[in-house]
Structures are given as structure tokens and as C-alpha cells.
């Protein structure tokens, strides 16, 4: 994407990292038929990222002309004889995305929603199931849609051919043999998922200070909170024999060694 950017523009790469960023967000969704099919949100900001806005000349429609440029070369040669090359097909829907807007093209608002949908909807939607498969006497007794029955049998097949042996096809076969994450995204297109992780820590931690009544610690000292419980003493259920038969064969043993000594 950004060679054929820069190509539409007439200039280098590194030209154009100093006059706009490209960000993207993708996800990932299973159609009924068990193919995924993906929606992916490309933005172009300006170099220093989203509140930077792009240089004038970059429009809609010249991104519009990359992405589906950028489609059309992208091809994957799949291990057969001869080998196979896979390119994107002609199902490609390129659309502009406005702020809170319904114009001839698709809202942000929208937008949010469909990551909100994918997030929550996986492989079951496509009618198989949402653990691995160990073993392919279980496909049979699957509860799962005839057609998806069928896409499972087939990663347990291919996974046996040799050229396929580098592919994790039997492990994803419950996935219908996509092992990908349901979304992925550059890490300048919004907050990264390290920024989320320590907030969702934070709000914790401040939940269990105002819990427990403890102050807010000083940053540059470590606090450590520990509580102990008295258990109990002697051997719990079942301990008690072992530790006697442990005693009895020692106490056989030290008696045998006298004994030989004594000879």
C-alpha cells in the first residue's frame, strides 16, 4: 500500500513517511458458507498521526484508487503442482467513511459498530465449533451444520498431504483452518491494546484500595499486601498412611542393615 501510494504520487517512500501516515484496522468475520471475510478501515493522516491532517492533495478518490490497486497486486502462491497463485477476487466494496454522516459512504459511527459486532461473533456463526478437535473420530458426533462437517473432514485430510505438512491445518480445523485474530491494526490507528491493559489494571487496583481502605501508594515505593490464615496442623485426609508406610519401610530397612552388619 504505501509503495503504491507513493508511486500515484510521484514520489519516494521515505518522502512519503515525512508527509503522511497510513493507519488501518481490520476485522475479521465468518460468513454462513465458512469463508472469513474481511472489513478493513484505512485512514491517511498527516506525519504526526491522527491530529495531524493530510497533506491537500491527498483526496478520497486517490486512496480510493490505491486500495484497489494495492488489491490487485497482492497474490499468495498456495503449494500445489504447478503452484497456485490466490489473488483477491472481484468482491472488493471500497467505500468512504465520514464523521456522524450518511453521505455515499459509510458513518464512523457505523464503523465502531461493525467492530462491536466482530469482536463478540466467531467460528460458531458459521455453524462448527468453538474448541479444537483432537482426534477425527470426534467430527462425526459434532453438533455442528453438515457443510461445516464437511470443511473439518477436509483440514484433517489436507493436513496428511505434504505439501500441507507446514500448515496448522489439523489444530485450526475447528476454525475451518483460518488461525488468524478477529482484529488486527496499526499501532498509530488508535489507543494500542498495551494503553487498554493498564488502564483496565489501574481501575482495578483503585477498586480494591477503596475495598480494603488502603491509601494510594507512593509510586516510588513498593507495597506489598499479604494476609495469612492458619491451616491447621498434622496430615490431611489420606497423608497419614503414606507417612506411616514411608516410616514403616525406613524402620525395615535401618533393621535389615543391622542385621547384615551383625553377620
Known amino acids: 500500500m504505501p509503495s503504491v501510494l507513493a508511486r500515484l504520487l510521484g514520489i519516494t517512500r521515505t518522502e512519503l513517511r515525512h508527509r503522511l501516515r497510513l493507519s488501518y484496522a481490520k476485522v475479521a468475520e465468518y460468513q ?4 472469513v471475510h474481511f472489513h478493513a478501515v484505512i485512514r491517511l493522516d498527516g506525519p504526526d498521526g491522527p491530529t495531524d491532517r493530510p497533506p491537500d492533495e491527498i483526496s478520497i478518490e486517490l486512496l480510493d484508487r490505491a486500495i484497489r490497486q494495492a488489491a490487485g ?6 503449494a500445489d503442482e504447478p503452484p497456485l497463485p ?53 467430527i462425526p458426533g459434532l453438533n455442528v451444520t ?4 464437511r470443511m473439518i473432514y477436509a483440514c484433517f485430510s489436507l493436513a496428511q498431504l505434504p505439501q500441507y505438512k507446514g500448515l496448522p491445518l489439523r489444530q485450526w480445523a475447528h476454525m475451518l483452518g483460518y488461525r488468524g ?9 488508535s489507543v494500542t491494546l498495551g494503553d487498554l491493559r ?20 507512593d509510586p516510588n515505593t513498593a507495597l506489598t499486601i499479604a494476609e495469612w490464615q492458619y491451616a491447621g496442623k498434622g496430615h490431611r485426609s489420606g497423608e497419614g498412611f503414606w507417612a506411616n508406610l514411608a516410616h514403616q519401610r525406613i524402620t525395615a530397612a535401618r533393621r535389615r542393615e543391622q542385621r547384615t552388619g551383625m553377620t
Not at 461493525?114 to 478437535?133: D, F, L, M, Q
Not at 453438515?146 to 462437517?149: L, N, Y
Not at 493498564?198 to 501508594?217: H, I, K, M, T
Request: glycine share 6%; charged share 25%; aromatic share 10%.
Open 73 to 78: 497486486q497482492i497474490s499468495v502462491r498456495v
Open 86 to 138: 490466490v489473488r483477491w477476487g472481484d468482491q472488493l466494496d471500497v467505500r468512504p467513511v465520514y464523521v456522524s454522516a450518511e453521505l455515499d459512504g459509510v458513518s464512523d459511527q457505523r464503523v465502531a459498530a461493525y467492530v462491536a459486532k466482530y469482536a463478540t461473533k466467531g467460528a460458531e456463526s458459521a455453524g462448527t465449533v468453538n474448541r479444537p478437535i483432537r482426534h477425527a473420530w470426534e
Open 32 to 35: 454462513a458458507r465458512g469463508l
Open 146 to 149: 453438515e457443510h461445516a462437517r
Open 198 to 217: 493498564q488502564a483496565r489494571a489501574d481501575f482495578r487496583a483503585e477498586q480494591a484500595r477503596l475495598l480494603y481502605g488502603v491509601q494510594v501508594p
Open 181 to 189: 485474530h478477529f482484529s488486527t491494526k496499526s499501532r498509530h490507528y
